[in-house]
């Protein structure tokens, strides 16, 4: 499911019981406070993606994160699915069925990459951090619900940059996302964020992409 790569549905008692198990190393920890500087660096992020679901059905699109608190993920036609955070409020909107739903801004995994101040501590925590050749990666669940399924951040190690992420569900089901040519710092339009109701003509009308812009 489309949602499924937007979900911080951040496995699970896995996850809890590896951390009890194996606390955080020194250099671990090294790690998390180089991936906080990097990300807390991070002011605007522009990328086209490709979502690779649980059962193997790809997606594409672009996605738009400007710090605080503003992102915009949209799918590649025909998939209709639209996610936009204005700074106040979340918006999954289906641009077929015309409809709009709003939802909590920590419920997608970049409501970690969209915080004032990026701290992987407090509602989330680290579980696990891996390395391997030129990658880091770093599982994040929520400190409330570890149960609720498990985040990981992917890092490319030259240039340092976020790569990907990866989505464990509460049901073991996995997603990945993985940004394509990402550009950091360059301006974007702050229209790309306005939270627009589907059904205003500019988003029925097949000329301008039914996204809004």
Known sequence: MVLAGLTFALVARQAAVAQSRNPLSDADRADVARVEAYLEAVRTL?????????DGATAEGMFWLARPGRLRLEYDLPNPNLLIADGRALAHIDRSLRTIAYL???STPAGVLVRADVKLAGDVQVVAVDRGPGVLRVGVVQTTDPRAGRLTLVFAERPFALSSWNIVDAQGLTTRITLLDPRVGGPIDPQRF???DPNQERYLNPSNDLTGR
């Open 194 to 196: 306005q939270i627009v």
């Open 46 to 54: 522009e990328a086209r993606f490709l979502q690779i679901g649980p």
């Open 104 to 106: 909590p801004l920590n």
